[in-house]
DNA sequence: GAGCCGGCAATACGATCGTATAGGCTGAGT
DNA sequence: ACTCAGCCTATACGATCGTATTGCCGGCTC
């Protein structure tokens, strides 16, 4: 599923650049003569193979979401939270591997809103809700569990660092999309699902 | 520290209208003519108080990070954790309230990065840190605790949602940035650090 | 009351934008 | 051998961009 190397077709090289360019500096910030520059080819084939610039936008878009869904689709909802979880991390490190601008290009989209932000987060949480209410059902999760809030916790544990991966990566000792870096990431989720940060004493000698 | 009313000079109109659009479609998405327009003066007078587009883009950076820094310098890293993500509660709500742009505006920043990203990012982070500290010399924490991943994650949990409000809002009944809908996401925030998301039995039944 | 200064608008200019159009090259089909 | 479709470049056009310049107007000082 690498990106490179798989087509290498001239329109395949314009919207790989487009997708680097509008990850980089967003969608008004690219132009299509920058588009071509990046991609090596002259305008007019920009526009050539995608006829306007909305059009390439969507092309763009139609591409990562088939990405998105092709890395996801492969997470089942089934078996321990800490095997979803586990899968949820290879699908991660897959996704962020493919292409390095793939997290910083969603991170545009989540925040543009519209319908495909939607459908993306939308999709994600109701992995995890699927994911806690298989949980739920065996009496895995703490009575009176707020699920809504817990299914977007679960999502944004996973989601949130990935849109600001660069300023995370400041306060790691590696890359956060490596095998090393991502062993540690899906650690402190799980530390953090399965106990909480708090000690149990902490509780009883502070219970405001 | 409301951003109306208090300084109603056409300068501090045109800063609010170029907030307001930067944080709707970026700064390369937002010409100084349509500053001009939101604000209701000429294109020219933008430029007679902000010489260039980037010394406007530089003043409203500077008047969110004194936002930032007003609302947060309040937090006092003391007492219980409880106490501290109380006063980060209030110090949300109140940054929220203040100006609704101010979290989609500050998502912007973030992801594209530079020294404004880094300081605001690393001071949440390092706030979150020092809390921690002070609790984890108490012996609050679970030993071994990753106390990096600690802090990220705990700042994640109340930047995230706030990045990504409009997308989250859409599962919730009720505002993110309202007295109640605060206080859900305190209590499952407070939850989730407390106690994890999933109960003891589920520990002993499956260690994986 | 004359002079002046700062808030504000209007206009102009060069660059760059998205897009349209026309032309050149190449390889496959007949 | 000729044609023709498709990839690709080059050029052009109108709109909009950021910015510079000029001038109007009201309130201030002396």
């Known amino acids: ?3 490179a190397e798989t087509d290498p077709s001239t329109r395949s090289r314009i919207r790989e650049a487009a997708l680097r ?13 920058d588009v071509a520059r990046e991609a090596g080819v002259s305008p007019g084939l920009v526009q050539h193979h995608f006829h306007t610039k909305e059009r390439l936008k969507q092309e763009v878009d139609a591409w990562v979401v088939e990405q998105l869904r092709g890395e996801f689709e492969s997470v089942t909802v089934s078996g321990s939270m800490a095997q979803v979880s586990d899968q949820f991390c290879r699908a991660v490190v897959r996704f962020g591997t493919s292409c390095p601008e793939l997290p910083a290009f969603i991170a545009r989209t989540l925040l543009e809103g519209g319908a495909m932000a939607e459908g993306m987060f939308d999709g994600l949480v109701g992995l ?13 999760l703490w009575p009176g569990t707020d699920m809504v809030w817990a ?7 996973w989601l949130g660092p990935l849109l600001v991966q660069p300023l995370i990566e400041r306060h790691l000792d590696q890359p956060l999309i ?3 870096g991502i062993e540690r990431w899906r650690l402190a989720n799980a530390a953090l699902v399965r106990r909480g940060l708090l000690s149990p004493e902490r509780d009883a000698v502070e219970p405001g």
Chains 1, 2 share one sequence.
């Open 1 to 3: 599923m690498r990106i």
């Open 151 to 157: 299914s977007i916790q679960l999502t944004m544990m």
């Open 21 to 33: 360019l509008m990850a980089e500096r967003g969608l008004a910030g690219t132009s299509i003569r």
């Open 178 to 180: 490596s095998d090393a």
């Open 128 to 140: 995890t809700r699927a994911s806690l209410e298989l949980v739920a059902a065996e009496g895995g």
